[in-house]
């Protein structure tokens, strides 16, 4: 596993358990190739996993007065665990939404340029860094990349930034959640969605079920980001 990753003001700063299918499903894996997960017969994966505000201007080992400490290299470690090249930088305090989308941007034609296929590239955010998953997402307008948007929409995402995101996008969202719900509305206006599913968790952590590695969140998003022979 590589190490290589990234909010707003707390009103802005975004994020048993039921599913919701918005549009599509994972996306379709090949006949006779559903449950494989052996890491020889699979080709390269990269995440590249995009941490929350409170990281970004108090370090990898910020801690919140309401949620706890943010386990940054717990969940670091937890998307490597099927062999996943997880690139994680941090974000310089203060870095706007706009550059770190464009940072993405850059990472992910990067890797289309050295011979990385689209299904093979997962974007996983959490909170502010769903906000820049989902940004990057509408700038790259490709059909194939992999998103998932952890505690990301609410009305300012919705009606101020209205990103609207190209590619397979799994939002993951807390019933408790006061900061970010589910992105329904925002899916639903972005015509270059291939699929889409909303996963809502019920485990009263509100938005700091995205500041812990928790298998409810974390097994979806290995599933949806897998390349198709690999699930």
Same mark, same amino acid.
């Given at each position: 596993?590589?190490?290589? %990753?990234?909010?707003?003001?707390?009103?802005?700063?975004?994020?048993?358990?039921?599913? @919701?299918?918005?549009?599509?499903?994972?996306?379709?894996?090949?006949? %006779?190739?559903?449950?494989?997960?052996?890491?020889?017969?699979?080709?390269?994966?990269?995440?590249?996993?995009? /941490?929350?505000?409170?990281?970004?201007?108090?370090?990898? =080992?910020?801690?919140?007065?309401?949620?706890?400490?943010?386990?940054?290299?717990?969940?670091?470690?937890?998307?490597?665990?099927?062999?996943?090249?997880? /690139?994680?930088?941090?974000?310089?305090?203060?870095?706007?939404?706009?550059?770190?989308?464009?940072?993405?941007?850059?990472?992910?034609?990067?890797?289309?340029?050295?011979?990385?296929?689209?299904?093979?590239?997962?974007?996983?955010?959490?909170?502010?860094?769903?906000?820049?998953?989902?940004?990057?997402?509408?700038?790259?307008?490709?059909?194939?990349?992999?998103?998932?948007?952890?505690?990301?929409?609410?009305?300012?995402?919705?009606?101020?930034?209205?990103?609207?995101?190209?590619?397979?996008?799994?939002?993951?969202?807390?019933?408790?959640?006061?900061?970010?719900? %589910?992105?329904?509305?925002?899916?639903?206006?972005?015509?270059?969605?291939?699929?889409?599913?909303?996963?809502?968790?019920?485990?009263?952590?509100? =938005?700091?079920?995205?500041?812990?590695?928790?298998? @409810?969140?974390?097994?979806?998003?290995?599933?949806?980001?897998?390349?198709?022979?690999?699930?």
């Amino acid at each position: 596993m590589r190490i290589a %990753g990234w909010c707003l003001p707390a009103l802005m700063a975004l994020a048993g358990c039921a599913m @919701e299918a918005d549009a599509g499903a994972v996306p379709p894996a090949r006949e %006779g190739d559903a449950g494989r997960h052996q890491a020889d017969a699979c080709p390269p994966r990269h995440l590249i996993y995009l /941490h929350g505000r409170i990281v970004q201007e108090s370090g990898r =080992h910020a801690v919140s007065p309401e949620f706890g400490p943010y386990r940054f290299d717990d969940i670091v470690e937890a998307l490597g665990q099927r062999g996943a090249v997880v /690139h994680a930088d941090l974000r310089a305090p203060g870095t706007q939404l706009q550059a770190a989308a464009d940072a993405v941007v850059a990472e992910v034609r990067a890797l289309k340029a050295t011979g990385v296929v689209s299904e093979n590239i997962g974007v996983v955010g959490a909170s502010q860094g769903a906000i820049i998953a989902l940004i990057a997402a509408d700038r790259l307008a490709d059909p194939q990349l992999r998103v998932v948007a952890m505690g990301a929409c609410n009305d300012w995402v919705r009606d101020e930034l209205a990103p609207r995101p190209s590619g397979y996008l799994l939002d993951i969202h807390e019933r408790s959640d006061s900061i970010a719900g %589910g992105c329904a509305e925002v899916f639903a206006a972005s015509p270059g969605i291939t699929a889409s599913r909303s996963l809502e968790l019920d485990n009263g952590l509100g =938005h700091g079920f995205l500041y812990t590695p928790l298998p @409810e969140w974390v097994e979806p998003t290995l599933d949806w980001t897998a390349p198709a022979q690999c699930r």
